[in-house]
């Protein structure tokens, strides 16, 4: 089993910044990539970035240039930094945890919402 608690979300306004983040706790070790997925209001889960055990990165087009995944040196926890947001990026984002940065996701986190005023 794997527990995964976010934090960092919040209500900001258009060209603010926001960053999450989530500790993972548990079986971790068999999965090396940590990362973000997101989910708006009558929409489907999408993917926003990942991130692996040795850095290598991949992130949703719509979000490259203004979020940043990051991992802390011991591998527990995942950070998102949020630039440049807009109205079109809230949603409940949720962090994960999978065995490739391509995905699926294996774990999932609560969620925690973010919402982004025009």
């Known amino acids: 089993q794997v527990q995964l608690v976010e934090s960092g979300g919040g209500l900001v306004q258009a060209g603010g910044s926001l960053r999450l983040s989530c500790a993972a706790s548990?079986?971790?070790?068999?999965?090396?990539?940590m990362g973000w997925y997101r989910q708006a209001p009558g929409e489907q889960r999408e993917l926003v970035a990942y991130?692996?055990?040795?850095?290598?990165?991949n992130y949703a087009d719509s979000v490259k240039g203004r979020f940043t995944i990051s991992r802390d040196n011991a591998g527990n926890t995942v950070y998102l930094q949020m630039s440049s947001l807009k109205p079109e990026d809230t949603a409940v984002y949720y962090c994960?945890?999978?065995?490739?940065?391509?995905?699926?996701?294996?774990?999932w986190g609560q969620g925690t919402q973010v919402t982004v005023s025009s």
């Open positions: 994960a945890v999978g065995r490739t940065i391509w995905g699926p996701a294996n774990y």
């Open positions: 548990g079986s971790i070790l068999q999965f090396s990539a």
């Open positions: 991130i692996s055990s040795v850095g290598r990165t």
